[in-house]
């Protein structure tokens, strides 16, 4: 049975003043095993250096022959996509159908919404049928029946599978192990995300106990250490026979007596510090998971504007002859705007659009799109590495706030989808701003960080637009729905309805 096996791996960055991963090893076979950290972990390294992407700098890494990596980004179709929409055998027939990839996506590539995309890239490395697929984000950017889709066609795969996600849900349905990365260490765990997680908390909590168990243990011993130590010394005194006469039997005899107790007092002061070296010794290697409180505060206040955006009824050009239609859109200081559709019909599209008409100064609002190309994540990064003192100082905390060690973000040469997220909100969302614009807010962050920027949101006093598919993200923070749905006969005119929801 083919397996990869990672043995003593060691891997750092050149430019990296920190190392990523040190002596780590474990060994995963057939079935999907997931790959679970914060943003910046290393998820993405590790997976390369299962595809020989990255070289370790000591130990090995034994793979199969074949291997195929399915990327996160989606900025350009696979190599081999050409191919897999010309071949004619019965497999690309099945796996284009079960995902919805249509003839001429590979010449409207530009056009496509990253769901699309993202299809067209999980079809492909299926339909080549490695011994090795590692796949990096696979549900980001797809409405619910996609992620259908995608999950059932996921588990056709008969290799070894590496799945990276923050999708609890995929990671239940699919995946045999859990491999959780926290470096310089990883941990192989068997079963999906929650029994995994379960049985990590549980360890933890156990770890946690005997810690406090043996530092009350300590704490003990050193109390008893400084009552007997007051004891020699009071004994000390009774033993002395300075200024006591030669004829006094009876003060000589108790200072003998003395003396032999504080013998005694001696060897079990020493005794006790021998177990107090012990004790100290156990609670030290006793690893206990550390914890951080995570949390940012959004600036904001509500615009003294009657409204932020006054749009007349039209319609946007989707490409390949397909038409989004919307009605009058009002949007009031205190709007909390939900906007949802399918994957393909221009929810995109249409917040660049509104965004382009705000007639708000720049400082008042704040975009965050749904997709970083790499280049300007670098652009970005720069930015941040420009920052004076105090400001970079403030933008950092915010990224840690956010469950990412800034020093793995200033270090690395291309952040990760995550981190750079997580960057551009700690720059953006720092202002007195009106507005906040997020389209797909929650693609790419971890699930620590989705709760921490929900938990802000909730208190902004301004407005939001929020494009996305996680309805439980969407039902606490907004109570506006803008709707996208289908319509025509072919399904290639798409439509935009307002709703109102109660309160």
């Not at 933008?395 to 793995?408: D, F, I, Y």
Request: hydrophobic share 35%; glycine share 8%; net charge positive.
């Amino acid at each position: 049975m083919a397996s990869l096996q990672f043995k003593h791996v060691s891997f750092s960055y050149d430019a990296a003043t920190d190392g990523i991963f040190s002596r780590i090893g474990f060994g995963v076979s057939e079935g999907w095993t997931g790959v679970i950290g914060a943003n910046g972990a290393g998820k993405t390294t590790l997976l390369h250096l299962a595809c020989g992407l990255l070289s370790p700098k000591s130990g090995a890494v034994h793979r199969p022959p074949s291997i195929v990596y399915c990327p996160q980004r989606t900025d350009s179709p696979m190599d081999e996509f050409s191919a897999f929409l010309d071949s004619f055998d019965g497999e690309a027939y099945r796996l284009r159908g079960q995902l919805g990839i249509e003839d001429d996506w590979l010449d409207r590539w530009n056009t496509l919404s990253h769901g699309e995309r993202k299809r067209a890239q999980i079809g492909t490395c299926l339909w080549l049928t490695p011994d090795l697929m590692a796949v990096d984000e696979p549900t980001n950017h797809l409405d619910r029946a996609a992620k259908r889709r995608v999950e059932e066609a996921l588990r056709t795969f008969r290799g070894i599978g590496l799945l990276v996600s923050h999708d609890r849900d995929l990671l239940d349905g699919l995946c045999r192990h859990c491999l959780f990365v926290s470096p310089p260490s990883v941990q192989l765990r068997s079963g999906g995300y929650s029994t995994a997680m379960r049985e990590l908390e549980q360890e933890a909590q156990l770890a946690r106990e005997a810690r406090t168990k043996a530092r009350q243990q300590r704490i003990r011993l050193q109390r008893e250490a400084v009552e007997r130590r007051d004891h020699v010394r009071k004994a000390e005194k009774k033993k002395s026979l300075r200024g006591v006469a030669p004829r006094d039997h009876d003060a000589r005899a108790k200072a003998r007596v003395a003396k032999i107790a504080d013998g005694r007092s001696g060897k079990q002061l020493r005794q006790i510090e021998g177990r107090i070296r012990q004790a100290r010794e156990a609670e030290a290697s006793i690893d206990v998971v550390p914890t951080s409180e995570l949390g940012i505060r959004v600036n904001g206040s509500t615009s003294s504007r009657n409204t932020l955006l006054l749009e007349t009824a039209g319609s946007l050009p989707l490409g390949n002859g397909r038409l989004l239609t919307y009605p009058d859109l009002v949007m009031q200081p205190s709007d909390r705007i939900a906007l949802t559709g399918p994957n393909g019909y221009g929810k995109s599209t249409l917040v660049r659009h509104l965004v382009s008409s705000l007639s708000l100064a720049d400082d008042q609002y704040a975009y965050i799109p749904q997709e970083i190309p790499a280049e300007r994540a670098k652009l970005i990064l720069d930015q941040a590495r420009k920052l004076s003192g105090d400001r970079l100082g403030r933008t950092m905390a915010w990224v840690r706030q956010l469950g990412s060690p800034p020093e793995r973000l200033l270090d690395s040469a291309l952040p990760s989808p995550g981190e750079v997220r997580k960057l551009l909100l700690a720059l953006r969302l720092a202002g007195d701003l009106h507005l906040i614009v997020m389209d797909e807010p929650t693609n790419h962050m971890d699930l620590p960080s989705i709760e921490c920027v929900e938990y802000a949101l909730r208190d902004f006093p301004g407005a939001l637009l929020l494009v996305s598919h996680d309805q439980r993200f969407l039902s606490s923070l907004t109570n506006v729905d803008w709707s996208i749905k289908t319509a025509g006969a072919d399904g290639r005119q798409a439509v935009l309805s307002v709703h109102q929801r109660r309160p």
